[in-house]
């Protein structure tokens, strides 16, 4: 399996001069800047459902000590 590295760092810091820098690697085709921003817009998309998850999790463990049931 051949992977590529894509890289990309932040050109402007936050409040605190810090840049984020992102590392991926991937088994898909990067030949050119554009598909790296493809995957790295991939990449940031779950990462916010991670966020999300990580946050959902939390509340219900917060909020209930046992089984809880949702409805919709």
Same mark, same amino acid.
């Given at each position: 399996m051949e992977l590529k590295a894509v890289?990309?760092?932040?050109e402007i810091a936050d409040d605190k001069n810090v840049r984020v820098e992102? @590392? %991926? %690697?991937t088994d898909l085709l990067v030949?050119? %800047?554009a598909e790296a921003t493809e995957k790295l817009g991939?990449?940031?998309?779950?990462w @916010?459902?991670?966020?999300?998850q990580n946050i959902m999790n939390h509340a219900v463990r %917060?909020?209930?000590?046992?089984?809880v049931?949702?409805?919709v």
């Open positions: 890289i990309a760092t932040e992102w @590392k %991926l %690697l030949t050119v %800047l991939w990449y940031s998309q779950r @916010k459902v991670e966020v999300f %917060l909020n209930a000590p046992g089984w049931q949702y409805s």
